[in-house]
């Protein structure tokens, strides 16, 4: 099969490989690297004024982007979180104060260091949901990446570069929105330091990784592979510059609850200070988490020091268990609602079956990703067979059908410890 030929610029002779976009006339090329030129010139010899731009950008509550206060954060994360006030006031004040520091004077003489954010809490509390949430809202480019995928440069697996690769194309390769996104690294815990004692073996997915993330956080130029995937010579590259790129790492960091409590039993002495203890071990000892107990459980004091807003997510109890099922604007229940409508069916769920899924969820040590699964045990029979059927109207899901339902499932022969 014959190679196809590649597009060239009618201007600067390059080919498609070599710049990011080539747009086709009748009879003539152009990169978008000439377009970027020529207006530049334009400006330049005629003015700014003759210029057309682009209107500023608008989120869906009409507000211009950025023109936020914490409170607005935090009110529009109460429509779609459940709980989690400390978490959410953390994280509106630490994004409030990053755009604000992006949109600064530039002539003042105090430079305001970045705000980036580490939260901690088990599976299922709500951290990526709080993070695409506000990208949401901010209107700005946003991407996920999980960090278990990386490796240091040169082995197997993903280079550190490749989050911004995400950022960029979620951008639509906009470099100068990219430089105003929000990256989100989730389980970060899992690139913890294997172990504090020395090696002649490279711990390439730990502390190789943080190493490799210090120049992220902190912020620099780096060379990226608009495509993703690895770097070689040959490849067209991207500069990026992370200096005002919002860094909102997430981690579950199952058992540092010993690591924290090994420290307050540590600074405990006396009859007064065990009382206090037993205080403090009514609550959960997740709320008093500090970097300390992160370098304990094998962060390196270098991303640490990058990372200086920690904050933390309790674990779900079940009055707000049964909240995330019918309160926030994406409810669950409301989706299977709008799902059975779109049949022109009406679902009704009665009340004792709302505790019943939250009661499960708790048995099964699920957190708030886990009514999701047990509504789709209870929806999916009637899901497969009501569409079509022109003469059911309702459908009422009573406590015992959805009993019935439960004990027949692969989770009544699930045993929790």
Known sequence: MAKEKSMQCSFCLKTDDEVIMMISGAKANICNECVENAAKIIENEIGPSTISKPAPRKNKGGKKEFDYKPVDIKNYLDQYVIGQEDAKKVLSVAIYNHYKRINQNTSDDVEIEKSNVIMIGETGTGKTLM???????????????????FTEAGYVGEDVESILSRLLQAANYDVEQTQR?????DEIDKIGRKTDNPSITRDV???????????????SDVLVPPQ?????PEQKMVSINTQNILFICGGAFEGIDKVIEKRITSTAIGFKSSKAYETVKEHELIQYVNAQDLRSFGLIPELLGRIPIVTYLKSLDASALKRILTEPKNALIKQYIHLFKMEGIQLVIEEPVLDYIVSKAIEYKLGGRGLRSICELLMTDAMFELPGQTSTQDFVITLDYAKEKIEKSKYAYLKVA
Not at 205 to 219: F, I, R, T, Y
């Open 131 to 149: 993070a695409k949430t506000v990208a949401k809202m901010l209107n700005v480019p946003f991407a996920i990446a999980d960090a278990t995928v």
């Open 228 to 232: 993703g995937g690895r770097k070689h």
């Open 205 to 219: 997915s730990g502390e190789g990784v943080q190493q490799a993330l210090l120049k992220l956080l902190e912020g």
């Open 181 to 185: 996104g929000i990256v989100f690294i």
